[in-house]
Every structure is written in C-alpha cells, then in structure tokens.
C-alpha cells in the first residue's frame, strides 16, 4: 500500500484477516478455550472479542450476520459470571458491550441484552459501593477500583455508550467525579495515586506505590469517560471540575516540547519526589501506556473543555510520533493494546474528530506498515493483542467510519 493507495487496500487486509477468523473450529482446532484471557466471555483474548469483529463487519455491511451470530453463541455459551471478576472485558458486562453492538441492527438481540444489561448493573453498584466506602475510609484505590479493564471506569465506559441518561450512568460519573477529589494525605500527591506496583500488586520497586497515566489502568480512561460525558451533555455535577484536576496534573508532568509534547506512562514516587521523570522513560506510542491513548485523552479533554490549546497539543504528540522511525520501531507487534494496531486507530480516531489533514496524511503510511507487520508473522487470534484487533483497525480506516455504538468504547477512545 502506497500514501495515495486506496481504502480498499485497508479492507481486502481486513477482509482476509476476518476470513481466518469466520469458524471457531478453525480457530481453536482443539476446541474452545476455557481458561485464562481465552475464555469464551474474554474481550480481550476469547470469543467475546473475536465476536466485536464479526458482528462489527454484520452491521457495516462487510460481513455476514451468519458468522456474527456463530461467535456470539459462542462467546454466551456456558454460565456467565456477574461475580467479583466481572467487568468491561470480562463477564456479564463484556457480554452486554458485544450484544449491544449486534441489537443496534437486530431486535432478535433486545431480550438477552435486557437481561445482560441488569446483571451489569448489578455488577456496577457493588463496584460503586466498595468505591464510595474506601473514599470515606480515606485509603488509596486499588487499580481494579477505577480503571479501564477491570474497574469503575470501564464500566461508565459502557454505560455512558448504552444508557448516558440512566440512574447507573449518573452514578458512575459521580463517583469519577469524587475519585478525583483531595484525599487527606500524604500531600501533593493526586487522590488516585495507588499503594501498589504498575502490575496492581505491591512491589520492592515500587514502596510508595506509582500513578499512572495510562488508559488500560491509569487516570486516562477516567479522563476519557468524563471528557464524553462532558460533551455529551450530561448534568452531572463537578464533571468539568474533575477533568481541569486531572489535566493540571497531566500538565505538571508533560514532558518534551510545544511540537514533541509526551507523557509518561506511569511514575513512581522517588520520580515524584524528585519532580523528574528522564527522557529515557518516554513509553512506546502503545494505547496502553503510550501516546496513542494518553494523547487521545488529552483530546477529548480539550474539546471538553474548550481549551484548542490542549487539543493542538494532543494531536502534535501524536504526529510526532507518527513521524519519528525510532518511536514506530518500539510498535513492533499488530495488536490494539501494545501494537500497531492501536496506534493505527488512535491516529484515525483523532483525525476524524478534529479533520486533523496532517494526521489524516499519515493514516497510508501506517497502515501500510500494519499489513507489513501482519505479512511477516503468525498471529494469535485475539482482540486486544492479535488479528481480531488489527482486522477492526483496518476494517474501520478502509470504511472511513465507526458508527454507533463505537466498537472502540471498550478502549476509552470514543
């Protein structure tokens, strides 16, 4: 694929890619998987994941409903968990987020999306509970409480994309709006500074805990949540409030220049202690941790807040990224999470938002690397790390549009 090489290109990748992955039997010779991220409820590895694609493609009109309801069945098959461990990429909750987008085109969906949805919901206020009684308590949170994949933020994420004017919905940005609320001690640092490692367990590295910037398990995702809502309309009080004090500590710690801006991923308190983070510590332009969903975050931020400043920020980060060889080596891999893939889409994303020509300009160039990348291995079959994820990539920049619900709501990018 050329810089002037036609969307088509971007859809035959995504169509060869979509076609490896049209029968569970061929995917999984010997059988589902029933274990780990590879079990059938899984977004990020199971066949809840590799079901977005295929009802994705259903509703666009590129793909068969046939095989969209084929990976469906799969991934609903078995008992669905509404415990503890459920959230936006697992359980009930990642079950109620595909379903969604197949019902948007099929009513035959509305009755298990119902029942989906109030298991969710249940989900959601015991999550907001113990939230709410550890604030009182005036302890740090723990990254299941609020982030992207396992916690509260995740799941305002689909709440906010399924029912923005529901009670649950309410509640949840509530609550985004007092995690971001000054705790007692120690000072100085933000009230969602976590006690632990970046891997969510305590850690010798690491013995004053870390913040995190990220949209997997940082303040990211909550910036995005908020940042929608706020431009959606929503009358929630604070909103507002709560991403200005995120912003101003994202601001603090930004780093390189007004063309170069970048922001770390995580830090840990001798970084914060010494107000230094080294340059050598600028992360890969991953979604994860990287520019493409911390940048992303910023955008949404800026439009939020009508601050075009911080919205030309955002998209100069990226393109810096875009065109810098030694930060596109560090993307390797195809996936959404740490490859690619994701960077691909974030790239898309805020193009799209804002008609950003000079991002749009470098849309080819990287998909073209994508379909390189994709050629020169095998890959595993999932969304967040394997060829679902980079079919959804290509599948989206060759149609041009996302319509709603956002496949991306799950990444916190729309």
């Given amino acids: 694929m050329t ?31 029933d274990g780990g991220r590879a079990w059938p409820q899984s977004l990020a590895g199971g066949a809840s994941g590799i079901a977005l694609l295929h009802i994705e493609r259903a509703r666009t009109g590129h793909g068969d409903w046939d095989t969209a309801r084929t990976w469906l069945a799969t991934a609903l098959h078995g008992d669905i968990s509404a415990a503890a461990n ?86 949840v940005l509530a609550y985004l709006v007092r995690l971001t609320e000054p705790l007692p001690a120690p000072a100085g640092l933000p009230p969602w500074w976590m006690n632990v490692a970046p891997t969510g367990t305590p850690h010798a590295d690491y013995p004053g805990g870390h913040g995190n910037f990220g949209l997997a398990h940082g303040i990211g995702s909550t910036l995005s949540v908020l ?53 050598d510590l600028r992360p890969r332009p991953s979604w994860c941790y990287g520019i493409s969903g911390t940048a992303r975050a910023q955008q949404l931020a800026g439009l939020a807040l009508g601050d075009p400043a911080r919205v030309q920020a955002a998209e100069n980060a990226l393109l810096a990224s875009l065109r810098d060889p030694l930060q596109l080596a560090k993307v390797p891999e195809i996936g959404l999470c740490h490859g690619l893939a994701g960077l691909l889409h974030a790239a898309w994303r805020m193009a799209t938002e804002t008609n950003n020509p000079d991002i749009t300009a470098e849309l080819p160039r990287l998909t073209n690397r994508l379909i390189a990348a994709l050629d020169r291995n095998d890959h595993e079959p999932e969304l967040l790390d394997g060829a679902a994820g980079a079919a959804l990539a290509l599948h989206t920049v060759g149609t041009g549009h996302a319509p709603a619900p956002h496949w991306d709501t799950f990444l916190a990018l729309a």
């Fill in 3 to 33: 810089t002037t090489a036609p969307a088509s290109t971007a859809l035959s990748a995504a169509d060869q890619l979509a076609h490896a992955l049209a029968d569970p039997h061929t995917v999984w010779p010997g059988g589902r998987p």
């Fill in 227 to 279: 940042s929608k809502a706020l431009l959606n309309g929503l009358p929630v009080p604070g909103m507002a409030d709560a991403v200005e004090r995120i912003c101003a500590w994202t601001d603090h710690w930004r780093q390189g220049d007004e063309t170069t801006p970048w922001w770390p991923g995580y830090i840990s308190m001798r970084q914060a202690t010494d107000n230094h983070v080294h340059s």
């Fill in 86 to 171: 459920a959230n936006l990429y697992f359980g009930a909750p990642a079950l109620a987020f595909i379903t969604y987008g197949a019902a948007s085109a099929s009513s035959r969906y509305l009755r298990a999306l119902e029942r989906l949805d109030t298991a969710t919901i249940t989900v959601t206020r015991k999550r907001l509970a113990a939230a709410h009684q550890r604030i009182t308590r005036a302890e740090r949170p723990p990254m299941e409480e609020f982030d992207l994949i396992q916690g509260l933020s995740g799941l305002g994420a689909y709440h906010l994309s399924r029912q923005p004017h529901h009670e649950i919905t309410r509640d």
